[in-house]
């Protein structure tokens, strides 16, 4: 992909985002000035940015959305959610766009149809579509009069074309292009347009009568127009300056035409805004501002740099020769160029600037007031000194970069874990206990290089909860409209930070939540009002990290959950027992909204009744490792809480072993590993259990779960893992404890990937497979056998 199309739509992606969020705010709060800059800038930003490529349908749209913000901006008319729709429709239209070029690196065919009706209601509130006529040939028929603004051009050129146009019975076409002043705001760019004109036989540069002072200059206003000749089709010139149709002039001549021109023919008229020809050969007199000198110097600086860039091009070498001209002007020196060439133009530069070295010396001394005393000037700072550099610190990095880094620091984790492998061997098989210790010195000494790095990298990937929660007030404000419902959204915690994967998987929960909260939970304003509640509900979206862990809470202030209704549900839908039905608490009841296949939902609509959100919620979030829990009050509200690992990269898991075998256990589900002697082991209605500090615990035998073969020692303590599984605390009786090692968990796959008792492989320092278990799984399984 070409890297500058990369770059528009890395940027793209902020500057859309920055749109949307602007559009919401100003929807809440109408006629704010500054927010309405805001969102104009970017959509104008990017409407400049997308005019480097060649999207005129893209270019089109955005063109309308802007013109229509414009008119906003400056108080024509006021801002309202029918305008707001067809502007976010505009530029979700142009997100679906930016995704298909991403792949194509082209728009889609249909992008013309599909931003037609767009553009129409774009500009219906600013008095409907501008039509835009292609340029017609002004005067009489082509080839017959000359136009004034000739006089730009050569004789001596001129008299040579017309000889050869009569020799060759053709005809020449003529450009005038004056840019408007404020071109540079509706982001053109004259230069990078004359310069595409296709078999350009000339170009030269229209230059005001007299250039403002120094004082009154204004550096974004454009000043000069643009004559040039070519050779190419009327099509090709039409559609390259179809944007600029009333700054453009163009006029097919033969030989003949340009003849009578040359013989006086034809009354010059003097054109104001750029003044004769004779006043075009008047060259500026020379200045003793050392602002203007220092401008002068900095001119011709800059033209050795792009003399280097591109020494070959003509049109480029014509305007060079320009700047450079009048570059010398400023210091009294009259430079005359014929023929540009890149040597002749470096010359003069070396030669000028050489010439001028003391009358230019540090001018912006004498202009620019010291910042302090015992500061020294910008001038003097040495290159390396930091004080003077001024910068992005900022440094964007494709994110598979990242990755990758990760993917070496986990790689660099195994490494690191072999040592202690090979310092037991060394004591164990050569009997070397020296060799062994310092095999583990280094072990400590790369543990904590590598876990520095571990920590630098995960910080790279860490992002605020904000990226996942930007969605939200689009989708509350889009839904609670087509809902009837008036719903107010407030973020809480948006800085908080986690994982990118995490993030990234947190997107469907999330949504699922919000969308259940304004379907089910949310009344409309006349529910509301009989309860006495105010008719703006309220979601609350928050976001706060604990600990290792981030949690994040989704809360209304809606109807809440009736524990009655939920379990009349369930036992309709067979999801429990009759006896169920008649003992389960309010607290049981409420989460049963989690089970799959349970919804409460009358009708099945886009939103809800399918029965398959909730418990996808639950689903997703235990796959990352995490829980969710609900509480809720009927007629106070619903609170539902995601708690996740900060990072999914590299898990810590605790091994054990059983018949001969090893497996991880997430860290994260461990709370204690105990030995038993065998007589404190109970039973308790054909259940082992054991008794810690007065609770009672199940025990679970993992090689029975797993159908291993393997038989517990009569005469040696029983080894039991103690893990909160669910809220609830589960002992499981292994063979043999290890260590806790860092590991890169990567999914099953091929013909283990049914197998759901495990949730991962990680390879091991000393290479082998590691499967790490699905605790919940694992705990339904020897449910099942017991």
């Keep these: ?69 414009d008119a906003v901006r400056a108080g024509e008319l006021p801002l309202d959610s029918g305008m707001t729709d067809d502007l976010l429709a505009t530029f979700d239209l142009i997100r679906g766009w930016l995704a298909y070029v991403t792949t194509e690196e082209r728009l889609p065919s249909t992008a013309g149809a599909d931003a037609a009706s767009l553009i129409v209601r774009l500009r219906a509130p600013i008095g409907g579509e501008v039509v835009r006529e292609a340029p017609t040939l002004s005067g009489p028929q082509a080839g017959d009069v000359a136009p004034a603004w000739l006089a730009y051009f050569d004789e001596e050129w001129l008299a040579e074309t017309a000889a050869w ?64 000749a070519t050779r190419a089709g009327m099509g090709e010139i039409q559609y390259l300056f179809r944007y600029v149709v009333d700054q453009f002039e163009l006029v097919d001549l033969d030989g003949d035409a340009i003849q009578r021109y040359l013989s006086g023919e034809i009354e010059i008229e003097v054109e104001p805004e750029s003044g004769t020809a004779e006043k075009q050969d008047q060259k500026p007199s020379s200045s003793t501002d050392p602002a203007l000198l220092a401008d002068a110097r900095a001119v011709l600086a800059a033209s050795l740099k792009a003399l280097a860039l591109n020494p070959t091009n003509t049109c480029h070498l014509i305007s060079l020769a320009k700047a450079i001209t009048y570059a010398a002007h400023a210091f009294g020196d009259p430079v005359e160029i014929q023929e540009p060439d890149v040597v002749t133009l470096t010359a003069t530069v070396t030669r000028l600037l050489g010439d001028t070295a003391e009358a230019v010396e540090d001018p912006v001394r004498t202009v620019v007031p010291l ?118 959204l407030v973020l809480e915690g948006e800085d908080t930070m986690a994982d990118k994967d995490v993030i990234e998987a947190l997107a469907d929960p999330l949504v699922h939540l919000v969308r259940n909260s304004l379907d089910h939970g949310i009344e409309t304003s006349d529910e509301r009002l009989a309860s006495g509640k105010p008719t703006t509900a309220r979601i609350t979206l928050t976001a706060v990290a604990d600990g290792d ?37 309010d607290v049981d009841a409420v989460d049963l909204v989690f089970r799959p296949g349970f919804s409460t939902a009358e009708q099945i609509s886009d939103l809800s009744g399918r029965g398959v959100g909730m418990d996808a919620v639950r689903a997703s979030v235990e796959k990352l490792g995490g829980t969710v829990t609900m509480r809720s009050e009927l007629g106070i509200g619903t609170s539902t809480r995601l708690r996740l690992p900060l990072s999914m990269a590299v898990t810590q898991v605790m091994v054990v072993s059983v018949a001969g075998q090893r497996f991880g256990i997430p860290v994260d589900l461990v709370v204690e590993t105990v030995r038993v002697p065998v007589d404190e082991m109970n039973r308790v209605l054909h259940q082992d259990v054991v008794v810690l500090r007065g609770e009672v615990i199940p025990v679970l035998d993992l090689a029975r779960a797993l159908d291993m073969p393997w038989i517990p020692d009569d005469n040696r303590d029983r080894a039991i893992l103690i893990a909160n599984v669910g809220g609830q605390r589960v002992g499981l009786l292994v063979e043999q404890f290890h260590r806790e090692v860092d590991v890169i968990l990567k999914p099953m796959e091929g013909l283990l990937a049914y197998a759901d008792e495990f949730s991962g492989t990680a390879l091991l320092g000393d290479g082998l497979v590691l499967l790490v278990l699905n605790m919940k799984e694992v705990l339904g399984l020897a449910a099942r056998v017991g």
């Excluded at 990095?397 to 061997?425: C, I, R, Y």
């Excluded at 209304?556 to 039905?581: H, N, Q």
């Design 1 to 69: 992909m070409n890297p500058l199309l990369a770059q528009f739509l890395a940027e793209a992606a902020d500057l859309l985002t920055q749109v949307d969020e602007g559009l919401l705010q100003l929807e809440r709060t109408p006629g704010d000035p500054e927010l309405v800059n805001e969102v104009f800038r970017a959509a104008h930003t990017f409407k400049g940015s997308s005019g480097l490529f060649d999207f005129p349908e893209l270019t089109k749209l955005t063109h309308a959305a802007e013109d229509l913000l």
């Design 165 to 228: 146009l009569r020799t060759t019975s053709s005809q020449m076409r003529f450009i005038r292009y004056a840019p408007d002043s404020g071109c540079f705001f509706r982001a053109e760019d004259p230069l990078h347009l004359i310069r595409q004109v296709p078999a350009l036989d000339r170009l030269n540069v229209i230059e005001p009568v007299e250039w403002p002072e120094a004082a009154d200059y204004d550096e974004y206003a454009c000043l000069v127009a643009f004559v040039c």
């Design 371 to 488: 910042v302090a005393a015992d500061e020294a000037p910008a001038a003097e700072r040495r290159a390396d000194d930091p004080g003077g550099q001024v910068g992005s610190r900022i440094l964007k990095v494709d994110q598979e970069k990242v990755d990758h880094l990760m993917e070496l620091v986990g790689e660099l984790n195994v490494a690191k874990n072999g040592l202690t492998f090979l310092a037991g061997a060394a004591e164990e098989e050569f009997g070397s206990r020296a060799l062994a210790r310092r095999i583990k010195d280094q072990y400590s000494g790369l543990h904590r290089i590598a876990e520095e790095l571990q920590a630098s990298v995960m910080d790279i990937r860490m992002l605020p909860l904000s990226v996942a929660f930007s969605r939200f007030p689009r989708l509350v404000r889009d839904l609670s409209r087509r809902l009837g419902k008036n719903i107010e």
């Design 549 to 585: 862990a981030v949690i994040v809470e989704i809360a209304d202030d809606g109807r809440g959950v009736d524990p009655a209704r939920v379990r009349r549900k369930a036992y309709e839908k067979g999801l429990i027992s009759e006896e169920e039905l008649e003992t389960l608490s």
